[in-house]
Structures are given as structure tokens and as C-alpha cells.
């Protein structure tokens, strides 16, 4: 455990930005949401990661997505507020269904039920929808949010529901009364600047038991270009205290964006801050206080998701393009002005995990 | 992919050649009566000092600092590579979309005008930020007033009795001097910082009206005595803001608690605080007004940002406009908002906008502006300004002709030396004038 030490291998990246990137459950694809109103997937049998037909016809962004426990099912939320349902294995992957306006506008977040019949959605409109995945009918709205519900979670054991917002509140549904039953304090994640609401849950996990729910984001120091300390927050599923904060950086290393448990038990978290900086960091996750990683990558930019292959070693973690940052016109040779794309640093250990 | 502008084609409509032939022809006609003069400062033509003084023209200035991204506000493109998250919504002007985070605005937009054709040239705050407030013009070895400095000189204090220039902000208050430039610091602002008004703007209950008179004599003659010594400007100075303190203990309820309704229709925010204050203060009769908004600048989590900043902002905009206007005022305030610049189309690594000078927008209404002019354009994906580009300069122009001003032929005189109020390469943007 304490000689983990992982190697870029890869780097697949498409002509847009790209959100969340993810593994299929065989380990063929790799798929992630585009910052132009598509799905993005990429095949991994190859030596080279290979892009295949984007799909999904979506609007604006496509930041919230996830893949069904068992079956080839992907819904997909876009900002304008369209869900719709996709078998992400066809070659040219038609929607199954589709809401147009699930929700009013940015659809932040989707999860599935454990056994996938059901899944959760939530987004700027500040209310927490449950839908049936085989047609996208509305089964329970969920609404005591004051801002942005920018995270839903599943718990693994019960389906219990939890939601986290952008003031940094987080509520655990009760389903037979459509209302908040418990609520947990992430307000640290939150700051009020001048006029900007600031940082909030930008991702949640549980530990593999189930008894610790952990809260990500920032302590922010400040708005506008936002700074601020990347924290793990960690609550007890059975009482809703705080069991242990974790500091992840430094003020520029800002965001804690993602978070999620190796099958092998230690804690994976991944950092963006300003200008282009982005971290990845391996955990003891028995030994939180423990002042060093396991495994510290600092030489990435802006990371901004993680996933673990089915294999349990290669790791894909979706990132940007050192240097995009700066004021004034970029251009090329050409005079044509330059955007930004979002290399997926595919990541494995030198040696296989075991 | 988008092509970029040739830089040299920047501004057509500046003839720089017509330019200066009509300024040497002016210098020619009117050298005798360039002479340094009492009026507004001594800095102005007499005639037109005259002419200024009778029109009670007033400037409503939004500063929002950092820089508002034209993409989530008032030049959207959704469903681009650039374009963002958000929806563009419909406005009262058939065809015109605003970002989905400005719903009340989308709802003046008759009552505006907007140009989303500005291009300028500074994509750093510290050179940004003061060219654009004075207007760009020619290095002419003299530092520029800022706008606010520029009206409060041109047309003076009016009748209110209240400085010519106030500057209602976040932060500290006191006297900013810094934005008068060569129109020396009498021209400066008073700076209300917090919505609080200058401490000690109260007499102290335990002074007499008699001891008060005894006290101002000795401070007339301790400055009497300052003054012999020194350059003029600096006792006018010195004079001024005692006398505007004394102006502001007159109206002390300037600062009274704001009625509860109105909080809540500007929002109760830092903006809509300041707000409500500079609608108060042009309802007395502030020449020019600033109110200013701070942390606009969204390197990092720029849409998160804009999705609370732009719906604060739309808020207490709406609101002020709406104000100006059932209350008649409109007809003589000009409302201006506005940024050094705009966001760079381009998403960075932690999903902000840069500085993007190239090509974003101004948003203005009120007196001598063509309400329901939209006008400029940019490419489908906003990197470029694809109608004829206006600077700054343009905007000056326009705005000193919206107050009567004759931007093209009045002058300041600096120790007698002649210096264009606007930048001579530039010209007034007709579509946007009534």
C-alpha cells in the first residue's frame, strides 16, 4: 500500500471539453459528456484509444450522466434541462426516450437506484427528481433546497437518498413524505463574497461499508477567481456528525472534485485550482491524519473527475490542457482563435494492484 | 474555428485625417477664447460653460469591476463550443435573446440599448481599468479624467448643493481624488463606501451654532493662510470637500434605512444596497453617480459565478432603471453598465473566462440614448466583433452628445493648453443616439 505509484499511459481528448469520464462496465469504453450538447466515447480494446460516434443530441452541457449497475443504459442530463436514456454500446447510440424539460434549466447530477429501476436527478432549478428508468416517468419530486442541488447520491445498502447543494447544505430525503429527514453540515464548503455565492458540494461517495458519507469541495477564501482550501468532509451515516475534515492542498489548489473508494480501500480525490493546477491523490483511508499521500500526482492540470477501470487498475482522470489559461486572443498560425479540450490521463500502476 | 480581424481595421469609422484638420480648425477660431477661466473649473470654454450650467443632464454610471462575461449576459450563444450552460431567453424586442440569467432585464430590453460590437484593446485590469474610465484617448502627456471627473468639470454641480460626483461602493468611502486627473482634485469623488455615509457628518450636540460660526472663521483663515503659498488647485480642493461635507450635513437622510420594499425589489445584496443609494442620490441631484460592483473577475468557476453575480446584478438593474422611469427621469439621466472588458470565449482548465477585450458589450438607456437599439454584432460563436468595432472612444463621444455635449468641438484647457474630451480618432455612434 505505501508503494503505489501510477503512469500516465494515455491521453484521448476530442475537439470540445469534455465532463466526467467514466468506464463501461466491461472496461471497453470510455465515455464522458461534452461541453456541446453530446456524448463523447472512446474504445479501449486497441493499443490506442480509439473515439467513436458521439451521441446524444443534447444542449449545452453534458455534466451529468451515469451508467446503469447492470444493463448497457446511460442516461444523460444536459444544462437546458433534457434527460434522456441511451444503450451507449450501439454503434449509433438512438435515445430510448426523452424529457426535453425535466428540469428547468442545468441538470447537475444523475444516479441510479442499486438496482437500477429507478434513478435521481438534480440541477439548478433546486429540487431533486426521482424518475423510472425504463420510460423517464416522473415518480417523486423532492424540494427543500434553497440553491443549486449540484450532487445526488444513492446509498449502497437502502437506496436512501442524498442531495448536496451550492450553500453547501446536504439533505437525506425521507420518500414516504417527499421531505427532508436529516441533514448534514457542509456549510464550510460555502462562502458568501460581495455578491457571489461561492463553492458549495461539488462531489460526494461513500466509504464501501456504507457508515461514512464524504462531502468534497472548498473552503473558500475568496470569490471571482476563486481560491480556497480543497476539504473532504466526512459524516457518519448513523448520526450525521462529522467524523474528520481533510485538508487536500494549499489555497491554489482550490476545488476537491471529485472523490471516490479504490476497490483496494484506499481513498482517491482529485484537486483544480487556479491557474491550471490539478492534483491527483491516493489516501489511507484508515489513516486520514496522516500528513502524506499515499500516492501524490501534482505534474496534471485542473482535474476535474476520477474513475476506476473494472479491472481495478487503470484510472481515468479527466483533466484540461496545461497553459489554456491567459487574457487575450490566442490564435493560430492561421489567425483562427484557439478553445480548449480536456485530455483523459489514463493512469495505471507500475505494477498491477493486488 | 473562427478567423481573426485584421487589428487595422479596427475602427472605420474614425477618419483621423477629417479629425484633426476640424481640431486645428477649431484651435484656429477659437485661440482667443481659450484662456483659462472661472466658470466650471477654469478648465472649459465660457460659452459653453454657460450653455452647460442651465442643463441639469444627469449620469447614473454602473462600474462592474472585473469584467462581466458578454456570453452569460447580454450576447449569448448557446449550444456553441464557447456558448456555456445556460439558455438565451426572449426579450421584449422580438429577436433579441439575453442570457437566461438576466429573466427582469429580458423584460426592459425596450427601454435599453445595447452595442455588442465593443472592441478595445487592454486585457489587463491595471491598464484597463483606466483607459477605458477615461475614454482612451492620445497620450497627450496629461492624465485623462475619468468619466465621472470628465461630467462633474464639463457641467458642474448643478443646483443640488451635493458634489458633483459621487461614487457609492463596497469598501472604504472618502475622497478619490486619483480620477480627476489634470482637472486637479477638486474634480475627484466622494467615495460612499458600505452604504455608510462620511463619519462625523454630524455636529457633535455639545457645539453651538455660535461656536460652530467661530470655528468655520478660523478654519477660513488657517486656509487663507495655506493657500497663499501653494497652487490654487489645491485649496479649491481642500475648500470643496469641506464644503461637500457641508452640503452632505444637510441631507443626511440621504442615509435614512431604505424602505423595506424597495430592498426587496433590489435585492438585498451589496449591489442592490448601493443601488437603491445612487438612485437616491441622483433623485437629489448628484451630477454623476457611480455605483460600483466588485469580484467579476471569473478565472475560475466562471459559470457557478455568473449564475449568482448576473441574477443580482439583473435585479438591482432592473430595478433602477424602472425607477428612473415611472419617475419621469430618464428624460435627464443617462444610465450606463459596463466593465473594462469582457470573458474570453475560451473555457480555461478550471472552467473560467480570461480577459477578453476583442469583442463584448455595453448596455445603456436615459437621456439623449435611442431606446430599443441593439446594435453591433459578433460572430456565432462570440469571438469576433463582425459589425464596425467600437472603442471606447466611440463611447465617450456618444455619451457627451446624449448630455448636449459637443464632444467633437468643446475642449478642456490645461494651463492653457488644449486637450480634446474625447478621443479625436472617434466619433459619436449614431445608431445609438435619439
Same mark, same amino acid.
Given at each position: 500500500m505505501n508503494n503505489i505509484q501510477y503512469k500516465a499511459v494515455a491521453a484521448p481528448s476530442t475537439d470540445r471539453q469534455l465532463f466526467n469520464a467514466k468506464f463501461s462496465h466491461d472496461g471497453k469504453l470510455l465515455i464522458a459528456g461534452s461541453y456541446q450538447g453530446d456524448l463523447r466515447r472512446f474504445e479501449l480494446t486497441e493499443a490506442e484509444p480509439t473515439e467513436l460516434t458521439p451521441f446524444g %443530441?443534447?444542449? &449545452? $452541457?453534458?455534466q451529468a450522466f451515469a451508467l446503469h449497475p447492470t444493463e448497457n443504459l446511460l442516461i444523460s442530463g444536459d444544462s437546458w434541462g433534457k434527460l434522456q436514456a441511451h444503450d451507449?454500446?450501439?454503434?449509433n447510440p438512438m435515445p430510448l426516450w426523452s424529457l426535453e424539460?425535466?428540469?428547468? &434549466? $442545468?441538470?447537475r447530477s444523475v444516479a441510479f437506484s442499486n438496482t437500477g429501476e429507478w434513478f435521481a436527478t438534480c440541477g439548478m432549478d433546486q429540487i431533486v427528481r426521482i424518475f423510472q428508468? !425504463?420510460?423517464? !416517468?416522473?415518480r417523486h419530486e423532492l424540494k427543500g433546497h434553497n440553491?443549486?442541488?449540484y450532487h445526488v447520491l444513492i446509498h449502497p445498502h437502502d437506496d436512501s437518498i442524498v442531495s448536496a447543494d451550492a450553500l453547501g447544505n446536504v439533505i437525506h430525503w425521507d420518500m414516504k413524505k417527499n421531505r427532508p429527514k436529516r441533514q448534514f453540515d457542509?456549510?464550510?464548503?460555502f462562502l458568501a463574497h460581495r455578491l457571489q455565492d461561492v463553492g458549495g458540494v461539488q462531489c460526494m461517495t461513500w466509504s464501501p461499508d456504507g457508515t461514512t458519507l464524504l462531502a468534497g469541495g472548498t473552503r473558500p !477564501?475568496? &470569490?471571482?477567481t476563486v481560491q480556497g482550501i480543497p476539504i473532504l468532509i466526512g459524516f457518519? $451515516?448513523?448520526?450525521?456528525?462529522?467524523v474528520f475534515l481533510k485538508e487536500l492542498g494549499a489555497?491554489?489548489?482550490?476545488?476537491?472534485?471529485d472523490v471516490a473508494y479504490h476497490p483496494r480501500g484506499f481513498l482517491m480525490a482529485v484537486t483544480s485550482g487556479t491557474p491550471g493546477t490539478g492534483k491527483i491523490q491516493f489516501l489511507d483511508s484508515q489513516n486520514l491524519?496522516?500528513?502524506?499521500?499515499l500516492f501524490l500526482l501534482s %505534474?496534471?492540470?485542473?482535474c476535474h473527475s476520477l474513475d476506476v477501470h473494472p479491472d481495478g487498475d487503470m484510472i481515468a482522470v479527466t483533466t484540461t490542457v496545461r497553459g489554456s489559461n491567459g487574457n487575450g486572443r490566442k490564435v493560430d498560425a492561421d489567425g483562427n482563435y484557439i478553445g480548449n479540450t480536456s485530455p483523459i490521463q489514463l493512469l495505471t500502476p507500475d505494477s498491477p494492484m493486488k | 474555428m473562427t478567423q481573426s480581424p485584421n +487589428?487595422?481595421?479596427?475602427?472605420?469609422?474614425?477618419?483621423t485625417a477629417e479629425h484633426v484638420f476640424t481640431r486645428r480648425q477649431l484651435l484656429g477660431g477659437s485661440a482667443t477664447g481659450l484662456i483659462g477661466l472661472?466658470?466650471?473649473?477654469?478648465?472649459?470654454?465660457p460659452l459653453f460653460a454657460k450653455e452647460m450650467k442651465s442643463k441639469e443632464k444627469q449620469v447614473l454610471f454602473i462600474w462592474i469591476d472585473g469584467g462581466m462575461s458578454q456570453l452569460e449576459s447580454w450576447d449569448p450563444k448557446p449550444n456553441?463550443?464557447?456558448?456555456?450552460?445556460f439558455r438565451s431567453i426572449p426579450t421584449t424586442i422580438p429577436g433579441i435573446h439575453v442570457s437566461e440569467l438576466m429573466p427582469k432585464t429580458s423584460q426592459i430590453m425596450h427601454k435599453l440599448a445595447v452595442d455588442r460590437g465593443v472592441s478595445t484593446f487592454d486585457n489587463s485590469h491595471s491598464a484597463g481599468v483606466p483607459r477605458i474610465n477615461r475614454g482612451? =484617448? #492620445?497620450?497627450?502627456g496629461v492624465i485623462y479624467p475619468y468619466f465621472g471627473s470628465a461630467v462633474a468639470n464639463l457641467m458642474?454641480?448643478? +443646483?443640488?448643493?451635493?458634489?458633483?460626483y459621487v461614487w457609492v461602493k463596497p469598501g472604504s468611502g472618502g475622497f478619490?481624488?486619483?480620477?480627476a486627473g489634470f482637472l486637479g482634485? #477638486?474634480?475627484?469623488a466622494l467615495a460612499i463606501g458600505e452604504?455608510? =455615509?462620511?463619519?462625523?457628518i454630524l455636529l457633535p450636540e455639545t457645539l453651538s451654532s455660535t461656536n460652530n460660526a467661530d470655528r468655520n472663521s478660523l478654519r477660513e483663515f488657517a486656509n487663507q493662510q495655506y493657500s497663499q #503659498?501653494?497652487?490654487p488647485k489645491f485649496s479649491e480642493a481642500q475648500n470643496f470637500v469641506y464644503d461637500t461635507a457641508q452640503a452632505l450635513m444637510q441631507k443626511r437622510?440621504?442615509?435614512?434605512? =431604505?424602505?423595506p420594499k424597495d430592498v426587496a425589489r433590489y435585492g438585498d445584496t451589496p449591489l442592490g444596497r448601493d443601488m437603491l443609494i445612487g438612485r437616491k442620490m441622483i433623485e437629489a441631484g448628484v451630477r454623476f453617480v457611480k455605483v460600483n460592483s466588485y469580484g467579476?473577475?471569473?478565472?475560475?468557476d466562471n459559470f457557478n459565478a455568473h449564475a449568482s453575480l448576473m441574477p443580482r446584478f439583473d435585479q438591482a438593474f432592473t430595478a433602477v432603471v424602472e425607477d428612473l422611469d415611472e419617475r419621469g427621469m430618464l428624460d435627464h439621466v443617462l444610465v450606463i453598465a459596463m466593465s473594462e472588458f469582457g470573458r474570453t470565449p475560451r473555457i480555461n482548465g478550471h472552467i473560467g473566462r480570461d480577459h477578453w477585450p476583442e469583442a463584448w458589450s455595453i448596455a445603456m438607456t436615459g437621456t439623449g440614448i435611442k431606446q430599443g437599439a441593439i446594435i453591433g454584432s459578433t460572430n456565432d460563436d462570440g469571438?469576433?466583433?463582425?459589425?464596425?468595432p467600437h472603442d471606447i472612444g466611440h463611447f465617450f463621444h456618444t455619451w457627451f452628445n446624449a448630455l448636449g455635449i459637443d464632444s467633437e468641438h468643446t475642449e478642456y484647457i490645461n494651463d492653457g493648453q488644449p486637450l480634446p474630451?474625447?478621443?479625436?480618432e472617434c466619433s459619436p455612434i449614431r445608431e445609438l443616439l435619439s
Open positions: %443530441n443534447h444542449h &449545452g $452541457w453534458v451507449y454500446t450501439q454503434e424539460d425535466a428540469h428547468d &434549466g $442545468w441538470i428508468t !425504463k420510460n423517464g !416517468k416522473l440553491a443549486d442541488v457542509a456549510s464550510e464548503t !477564501k475568496n &470569490g471571482a457518519s $451515516w448513523e448520526t450525521t456528525e462529522r489555497t491554489s489548489d482550490c476545488y476537491c472534485e491524519d496522516t500528513a502524506e499521500p %505534474n496534471l492540470s485542473n | +487589428n487595422s481595421e479596427r475602427h472605420p469609422l474614425c477618419n472661472g466658470g466650471l473649473g477654469g478648465l472649459v470654454n456553441t463550443q464557447f456558448g456555456g450552460p482612451d =484617448p #492620445k497620450d497627450r458642474g454641480p448643478g +443646483n443640488s448643493g451635493l458634489p458633483p478619490k481624488y486619483q480620477d482634485p #477638486k474634480f475627484g452604504g455608510e =455615509p462620511p463619519p462625523n #503659498k501653494r497652487p437622510s440621504l442615509f435614512d434605512n =431604505p424602505d467579476w473577475d471569473t478565472h475560475g469571438t469576433w466583433v463582425t459589425s464596425e474630451i474625447a478621443d479625436e
